[in-house]
């Protein structure tokens, strides 16, 4: 068995509460089911808690997803919550921690570069 990096591990629990943080982002904002935006906020934010929990498992021993893939998908997650955050769907204390949040994921793939066999591929 092989030594598992402490930064593979951060990634994942990382990743993990980032999603957990954007779910609950959700909560927050719902201001009720006869709001017209309703369905386009939820979704902003489910997308991108999916996101963040497909991260967090690709940080599994043999996970989907390779290094680079997992490095695009973090810029995709800080593209969707700059997106949001212009057209005002996520306040901007909101898009700020979940921008910091996949910046600490993405600097946690970075320093595991070297434990490539763990990211598949």
């Known amino acids: 068995m092989q ?4 930064s593979l591990t951060m990634g994942g629990i990382v990743a993990a509460i980032a999603g957990a943080v954007s779910i609950g982002f959700m909560a927050a904002q719902f201001t009720g089911i006869d709001s017209s ?4 906020t939820c979704c902003m934010y489910l997308i991108v808690a999916v996101l963040f929990f497909a991260l967090a498992g690709g940080f599994k021993e043999n996970g989907q ?7 695009f998908m973090c810029f995709v997650i800080i593209a969707i ?3 949001s955050a212009i057209v005002e769907i996520f306040t901007l204390v909101m898009a700020l921690v979940e921008i910091a949040l996949a910046i600490l994921v993405l600097c946690c793939i970075l ?3 070297r434990s490539e066999n763990w990211f598949g591929a």
Do not use: A, I, K, Y
Not at 37 to 40: D, F, P, S, T
């Open 81 to 83: 919550v700059v997106f």
């Open 3 to 6: 030594n598992r990096t402490q």
């Open 37 to 40: 935006n309703v369905l386009g």
């Open 65 to 71: 997803w390779n290094v680079s893939m997992m490095e």
């Open 111 to 113: 320093l595991s570069l």
